[in-house]
């Protein structure tokens, strides 16, 4: 039977590589049934907003979707299509894997990290009060008459609130998905030595909860020493799950040891439906010109091919991807030693040359 899936091309380079995307998939074997819905800037006219009420139902009752990039104009009043997204259908798992593919220009070997970031929650909850404004006054106020350490008057103020429920949900999520893909280990990422209350709090919802994983190795690391570790020794880390804003950071670094955003996947997962896309926007200088990286946008089907329980395909995915990438022939100008090295191929052709090893 076909998986019914929703796919959203996006806007920029979006529609140029969820097509290379969609002929992969379908060239595993595996059978699919697109429901293509729209959002970005290319439908805000006709439709009033970028994210028009039938994209979100379609991807509510088929509970997957596959989506390209969408630009998020500055100082228009849009709100990010990708925001939205989050909000609307709960996605509180940003799931970004980052692995070494030979043939790949980067300064690391061997690289194979998960990082499970928390999507909801953390200094990234949007609770801010500006400085010098009534609230902020106010806020600092009441926070003062709370504690001997007084807070500046003139401050600005953002608010960091890490729930339990939020903490277990994203935790357990992080160990399932270990244990779903044979996993060794989960690294829990805080500064729990100086948020007690916060990161601290995560801690120990994660001590509790590895304790239903016996087979996983739990780890706890801070996230400076993890930084440190990183780049000296990354083929010792495995799954990270880290609270919002260090899981930002530390997936754009991770995303860097393998060779950039034109290699990283991603995935936003909630209880109810699950989203996957490229981790980079959607480079719209290239737009139409047949001519940007399709890796990361292929590797993000590759993670909904699991999520759907595919993991044959998307094992046979990954091989095909790495083979083409190691034979550094039919690759798009970035992935090659040179990037005005004529014999570099477009979009289309490099998914042309994946789907020729899967078949
Ligand atoms: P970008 O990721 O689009 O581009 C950054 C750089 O990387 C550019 O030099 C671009 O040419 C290059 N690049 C990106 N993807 C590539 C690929 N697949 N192959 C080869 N080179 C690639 O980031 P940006 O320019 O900061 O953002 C452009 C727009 O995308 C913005 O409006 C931003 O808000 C949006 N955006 C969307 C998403 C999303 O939809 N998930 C994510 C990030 C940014």
Redesign the pocket.
């Known amino acids: 039977m076909a998986y019914r899936v929703t796919l959203i091309p ?1 806007d ?3 529609p140029e ?1 969820t097509e290379a995307t969609r002929r992969v998939l379908e060239a595993t074997g595996v059978e699919f049934e697109w429901e293509v819905r729209h959002a970005g800037v290319d439908v805000m006219e006709e439709a009033g907003t970028p994210l028009p009420e039938e994209t979100l139902a379609s991807i509510k009752r088929n509970k997957v979707a596959l ?8 100082g228009i009043g849009f709100r ?3 925001v939205a997204l989050r909000h609307e259908l709960g996605l509180y798992a940003c799931l970004r894997p980052c692995k070494t593919y030979v043939g790949v220009r980067s300064r690391y070997e061997n690289v194979d990290v998960v990082v499970v970031r928390e999507n909801t929650e953390d200094l990234y909850a949007g609770i801010e009060y500006e400085a010098g404004t009534d609230d902020a006054h106010a806020v600092i106020e009441f926070l003062n008459t709370k504690q001997p350490k007084q807070i500046a008057p003139t401050s600005g103020i953002s608010i960091k609130p890490i729930s339990p429920e939020g903490t277990e949900r994203i935790v357990r999520y992080a160990f399932e998905h270990a244990r779903a893909a044979g996993r060794r280990q989960v690294a829990c990422i805080t500064k729990a030595n100086i948020m007690k209350f916060t990161d601290g709090l995560f801690l120990s919802v994660f001590r509790e909860v590895a304790a239903d994983y016996p087979e996983i190795e739990p780890r706890e690391t801070l996230v400076d020493a993890l930084c440190m570790g990183l780049v000296q020794r990354p083929e010792e880390f495995d799954v990270l799950v880290l609270p919002n804003l260090y899981g930002d950071i530390i997936s754009d670094l991770t995303a860097g040891l393998v060779g950039g ?2 290699v990283a996947p991603g995935a936003n997962i909630g209880a109810e439906s699950a989203v996957f ?10 737009k139409g010109l047949n ?7 292929i590797l993000s089907g590759k993670l909904m091919l699991e999520h759907i329980g595919e993991r044959d395909a998307a094992a046979r995915l990954d091989t095909a991807v790495a083979a083409v990438i190691a034979e550094g022939q039919s690759v ?1 100008y ?1 992935l090659k030693a040179r990037r005005d090295d004529p014999t570099a191929v477009g979009t289309a052709e490099y998914a042309d040359a994946i789907i020729d090893k899967l078949t």
């Open positions: 996006g920029g380079t979006g590589l989506k390209g990039p969408i630009t998020t104009p500055i990010s299509v990708n955003l034109g896309e490229a981790t980079h926007g959607s480079a719209p200088k290239y001519k940007v990286n399709p890796t990361a946008m798009t970035d």
